[in-house]
């Protein structure tokens, strides 16, 4: 299951997922990152 957020604080927008580690034996874990924009106009999120 994921779920997915997206926000805009200070102009800057974020996504906020759900997510489990599998080299830490399935913890749950919530990711934060910051969504950039290619220069083809796609959004991109390094994890």
Known sequence: ????VKY???AVLL???HG?????????KLF???????A???P???L
């Open 20 to 28: 489990y580690g599998a080299s830490e034996e399935g913890r749950a």
């Open 40 to 42: 083809e106009g796609w």
């Open 32 to 38: 934060i990152k910051t969504i950039g924009w290619s």
């Open 44 to 46: 991109e999120v390094d």
């Open 15 to 17: 996504i906020c997922f």
């Open 1 to 4: 299951m994921c779920s997915q």
């Open 8 to 10: 805009s604080i200070y």
